[in-house]
């Protein structure tokens, strides 16, 4: 078995610290959400961001499309401008964060990715650090991979690619609530947001329906 080595960088939460009533919980930073410490600032944010305006959410859609710079988080560039605006104003209805908090890579390349270990994800201060994250105004938990569902249900989820965009059912929200100490009222599995993009039209309507559980306005219905 390959030997995960871990960045010393943490990458906290990323949300208001009243509001937002969604919690998102990704696998885990890399490169990216390590060097700017936010959370699903590269390429999942940018799907994050084509996907929640593709379902009209009028949060998102109010910000213009365009094309997400995955790098440079010192740059002021028009586009950096435009997607610390997005990210800003994304902080105000949902809480990005991952079910480990530091940048996993094999050992010897200290530029790839991979799965943080499940002993690493399943540890207690790494439950605790999760369970440190939640806001009493989540209402729903967006849950973006298998990692994600293993720190927050607290088992492995057999066949995750079966289960992508669907509800969780109420033996796997009851339990992610006793394991998180939470009171969330409902849940998605919704596969690593670096897939969303490849199941378009499928991931907008979720997203619908997640915007109209909480209360989300949206402005139009499109697909991806």
Not at 132 to 158: D, F, K, P, Q
Not at 185 to 195: F, V
Not at 204 to 212: C, D, Q
Request: glycine share 8%; charged share 20%; aromatic share 10%.
């Amino acid at each position: 078995m390959a030997i995960v080595e871990y960045d010393d960088r943490v990458v906290p939460s990323h949300g208001d610290a009243t509001g937002p009533v969604v919690l998102l919980v990704n696998e885990a930073p890399g490169p990216s959400e390590a060097s700017s410490g936010i959370p699903s600032f590269g390429q999942q944010g940018a799907n994050m961001f084509h996907l929640f305006r593709a379902a009209g959410i009028s949060w998102a859609y109010a910000h213009e499309r365009f094309v997400w710079p995955r790098n440079g988080e010192a740059t002021q560039s028009e586009r950096h401008v435009l997607k610390a605006a997005f990210l800003a104003d994304r902080a105000t209805y949902m809480t990005c964060t991952n079910a480990f908090a530091r940048w996993p890579h094999p050992q010897g390349k200290p530029k790839g990715f991979c799965a943080p270990l499940d002993a690493d994800v399943l540890s207690a201060d790494n439950l605790n650090r999760l369970k440190g994250e939640v806001a009493l105004t989540h209402r729903a938990i967006l849950v973006c991979g298998r990692s994600a569902y293993l720190a927050c249900v607290g088992a492995v989820l057999a066949a995750p690619a079966s289960r992508e965009l669907t509800l969780l059912n109420a033996e796997e929200l009851s339990a992610l609530n006793e394991r998180l100490g939470t009171g969330f009222t409902r849940g998605w599995y919704m596969g690593h947001t670096r897939r969303w993009s490849s199941h378009g039209p499928k991931t907008v309507k979720t997203l619908a329906e997640v915007a109209g559980y909480v209360g989300w306005n949206v402005v139009h219905y499109a697909t991806a």
